[in-house]
Structures are given as C-alpha cells and as structure tokens.
C-alpha cells in the first residue's frame, strides 16, 4: 500500500535560515511524490513533484525537494526562510488505479513556523 | 486559485437543515474531487468524478450526496449532518481521467460548521 509520513508536526525556523520539513514514503513500485502548501484560509497549492530525472526537483516560491531512494525520502527544503512562509505543508503520493483517475494520499501535515 | 472557486466560504448549519456546497473549475479539467479537512486529521479523500462519472465513493455517510451536473460543477448536498462533520471541505480538479503525474489544483474550501 502506498502512503507518506510526516514525523514532524511542526517545525520551527528564525527567518533567513535553512529549513527542511521531512517527508518518508512506502510504495511499490516507482515512486511518484508531491508536496503541497496551505496557507492560513487558503486550499492546498502544489508546490513541486518527484516523478523521475534528477533527484533534486525545483518548485515554487524557491522550494525544493530532494528525492533519497535508499532513505526512502522526499524532504522538502528552502535554503533562506521567509516569515510568509509559514503555512501547513503536505506531502502527498498518488495511487494509480488502472485508469482511474488520480487519488492522493497526504501526510498528516507539518505546520511550518518562521520567526522574524 | 481563482481556477477553482467555492461557495459558501463558510456555513453554520443546524443537524436537521439541508444544504449545498458549490465548486466550479474554470480550468478545463475532467475529473473533479471532494475532499474533508478536519483538525489533526489527515486530508480524507470523499468522493471522485471523472466526465461526470462518480468513480470513487470512499465509505462515505449517504447524509453526504454529492452531484456533478458536468466536468466544470461539483456540489456536496448535506443533509441531517452530526456535529463530528464539521469540518473544512476542500474540492479539487485535475486535468486527465488516468494517472498522467498531473497535479491537483484546489479551492479555498468551505469551513463548515454543525450545531
């Protein structure tokens, strides 16, 4: 079965650093991989993918992730933190059903804080 | 996010009213989803149509019914809802019928509340 854990509940940031919201997954078979953000109010935006090619993808808003197969990981970084960061993010996998139409499957969400 | 667009924003209802939940897509997707959000709860998937075609109920409660007249319009009729319901409901389209890697794109949701 596929599914995506996100250990962390929250994670805590000072503005202009590095942040990392971790993401772990179990499929079978090649995996597909997707980070989302919800900002205060807001539905969920897509921010990047992981579906094959390099292991280092690029997304929105500067953000990056990093696809780790032997760790069987998909973290989500930014190299300098910006306080309008600080949303709800989701790492999400996808079960292709034979033709159905996409379905995800999201983590429980990491609730990203930046302080000035 | 105005490609996905959802009304009422928020909704206070009583557990013996009756009332609807819009979402329209102006992006020219086909399949079309509903989705609860609950507090330290993850994302549940509710329901997907694809061409108008419901292609997944996930167990959910028959006082959720939703309608999807066409590829552009999704509703969540409600009906004799618990308070254990409220809850934001989120829509969302995506593009293709089968598994193409594409993105979801989502509304602002409806913050519902059951008193």
């Known amino acids: 079965a596929q599914s995506v854990a996100q250990p962390e509940d929250q994670v805590n940031v000072a503005e202009g650093n590095p942040l990392t919201v971790k993401c772990t997954y179990s499929v079978s078979g090649n995996p597909y991989l997707f980070w989302y953000v919800q900002y205060p109010n807001r539905g969920l935006q897509f921010l990047l993918k992981?579906?094959?090619?390099?292991?280092l993808v690029k997304g929105s808003y500067g953000f990056e992730a990093e696809f780790n197969k032997s760790q069987t990981s998909f973290h989500l970084k930014k190299p300098s933190a910006l306080v309008s960061d600080s949303a709800l993010y989701f790492c999400a996998v996808p079960t292709p059903g034979g033709g159905a139409t996409n379905k995800l499957i999201f983590g429980t969400g990491t609730l990203l804080a930046v302080q000035p | 996010e105005t490609g996905v667009t959802q009304t009422p924003r928020h909704l206070v209802m009583g557990m013996t009213n009756k009332k609807s939940l819009k979402c329209e897509q102006h992006?020219?997707?086909?399949?079309m989803y509903w989705y609860k959000q609950s507090a330290k709860k993850p994302l549940e998937l509710m329901f997907v149509?694809?061409?108008?075609?419901?292609?997944e109920n996930n167990s959910v409660p028959s006082r959720f019914s939703p309608e999807c007249p066409n590829s552009s319009h999704l509703f969540l009729h409600l009906h004799t809802l618990q308070p254990e319901d409220s809850a934001l409901y989120l829509c969302?389209?995506?593009?293709?019928?089968?598994?193409?890697?594409?993105?979801?794109?989502f509304g602002p949701g409806t913050r519902l509340t059951v008193t």
């Open positions: 149509y694809n061409f108008k075609e419901q292609t």
């Open positions: 992006l020219g997707h086909n399949a």
């Open positions: 969302a389209s995506s593009q293709d019928s089968g598994w193409d890697g594409g993105e979801q794109y």
């Open positions: 992981y579906i094959t090619g390099d292991n």
